[in-house]
C-alpha cells in the first residue's frame, strides 16, 4: 500500500538523451511536487501541481517538463539530459501546499 | 527565500542530547521538521503553526519562536535510529523552502 510511487529507482543514460520519471500517489491529495535533491542533499522545489494545474514553477530550464494527466499522477520528462542533471528526483504530495509533504522513495538519476 | 540551519553536522553517543536551529529572515508562519535517513526518503516530523508551539515526537520535540522567527529540534536521550539528516522547512509564497539539513550521527 504505498502511500506515493516513483518509477524508475534508478535511471542511468547518457548526456542528450530523453528520460521520464514517474510518479503516483493514492493518498486522494491535490497537490503535487517535483523536488530536486544534489550531491550536498539539498532539497529544492523544481514543480508543483494542484489539481492538474501548475501552480508553482521554479527556476528550472525548460528541458524540463512536468505533466500531470489526473491529480493523482505526476510525470517529469527531461530532454537533452545533461551532467549537472544527475540528483535524486522525489516526487511528493500533500493535501494543500502548506501541509504535510509525504516524499515518494526517489529516482536517482545518473547522467554519463 | 530558503531558511538557515545550524550546525551543518553533529555526532552523537547514545543518550546524548542535541539541538538545531532553524532561522529565517521572514516572518515564520510554521515550520515543517523532516528527516531522511540515508539512501531513503525525508519523512515528516511535525509541524508547528503558531509562535511558541511545542510539539513532541518519540523524545524528539521542537519549538518555535514567531518573534525571533525560528524553531529549534531538540533531540534528547539520543538513540541510534535519530542517525540521518534532519530538514527544517518554511513556507512563503504557498512553497515549503528546506534548508541545508543538518546530519545527525548517533554512535553506539
Known amino acids: 500500500d504505498t502511500a506515493v510511487s516513483q518509477t524508475p529507482k534508478y535511471l542511468v543514460t547518457q548526456m542528450g538523451n530523453d528520460k521520464s520519471i514517474k510518479c503516483e500517489q493514492n493518498?486522494?491529495?491535490?497537490?503535487m511536487y517535483w523536488y530536486k535533491q544534489d550531491s550536498k542533499k539539498f532539497l529544492k522545489i523544481m514543480f508543483s501541481?494542484?489539481?492538474?494545474?501548475?501552480?508553482i514553477n521554479e527556476t528550472v530550464p525548460n528541458r524540463f517538463s512536468p505533466k500531470s494527466p489526473d491529480k493523482a499522477h505526476l510525470n517529469l520528462h527531461i530532454n537533452s539530459l545533461e551532467l549537472g542533471d544527475s540528483a535524486v528526483y522525489f516526487c511528493?504530495?500533500?493535501?494543500?501546499?502548506?501541509?504535510?509533504?509525504?516524499f515518494g522513495p526517489g529516482t536517482r538519476l545518473t547522467v554519463l | 527565500q530558503q531558511p538557515v540551519q545550524s550546525p551543518q553536522a553533529v555526532i552523537l553517543r547514545e543518550g546524548e542530547d542535541a539541538v538545531i536551529n532553524c532561522s529565517s529572515s521572514?516572518?515564520?508562519?510554521?515550520v515543517h521538521w523532516y528527516r531522511q535517513k540515508h539512501g531513503e526518503a525525508p519523512v515528516f516530523l511535525m509541524i508547528?503553526?503558531?509562535?511558541?508551539e511545542q510539539k513532541g515526537h518519540e523524545k524528539i520535540s521542537a519549538s518555535f519562536n514567531e518573534k525571533k522567527q525560528q524553531s529549534s529540534l531538540y533531540l534528547t536521550a539520543s538513540q541510534l535510529s535519530y542517525s540521518g539528516t534532519y530538514f527544517c522547512?518554511?513556507?512563503?509564497?504557498?512553497?515549503?523552502?528546506f534548508g541545508a539539513g543538518t546530519t545527525v550521527t548517533v554512535r553506539a
Open positions: 511528493a504530495s500533500s493535501t494543500q501546499g502548506t501541509d504535510t509533504q509525504y
Open positions: 493518498l486522494g491529495h491535490d497537490t
Open positions: 501541481y494542484n489539481n492538474k494545474e501548475l501552480i
Open positions: 521572514k516572518a515564520l508562519y510554521s
Open positions: 508547528l503553526l503558531k509562535g511558541g
Open positions: 522547512g518554511t513556507v512563503y509564497d504557498y512553497k515549503l523552502s
